[in-house]
Structure formats: structure tokens, C-alpha cells
């Protein structure tokens, strides 16, 4: 399970990760194309060392967690996963 960004987009080449030259991360977003839907996981780091994970159906936001990076970064796996395999986020 990935526990981090780098590893989330090590897991699978449809995240995309947008990185500073310092070498952070700014945002991770994937896309799964399912069930006649476009759904949009996005990832994006907040205050305080927090994760703020954004889950689009379509243009509409259907969930939003905060949480370390750890915990957003499995929830964001574990989201891709089951919606790419036709069951619902």
C-alpha cells in the first residue's frame, strides 16, 4: 500500500505528480474512466503537514478527506483501485 506520493506514483504510471525543482510534491491527481464516468482522484498537501484528498465524479466533488500523507495516499490507492475495477469509490 502506498504511503507516500513518490511511492503512489511509483504504484501505477496514471498519477500524475506535479513536483517543485526542490523536489516536493504540489499536487497528484489520477483519472479512472468507469461506469460511464469520469472520476477524478486528486491529492494536494495542506497547513500543518496535512493532505487534503478530493474525489470528483464528473465536475462534482463526491468526497473530501484530510488526513497525513500516509492515510490519503491509501485512500487514494485504494479508490483508484476499486473504481478501476467497476465498483463505485
Known sequence: MPRSVGEL????PEWRVTWTRHGQWVTAERVVIAGGRRWTIGLTPTTAGMTALVLWSDDEVA?????????????AHRRAETTAHG???
Do not use: K, Y
Not at 506514483?9 to 501505477?12: P, Q, V
Open 87 to 89: 465498483h463505485s469509490p
Open 63 to 75: 468526497e473530501h478527506a484530510r488526513g497525513t500523507e500516509a492515510q490519503m495516499c491509501a485512500l
Open 9 to 12: 506514483a511509483a504504484s501505477s
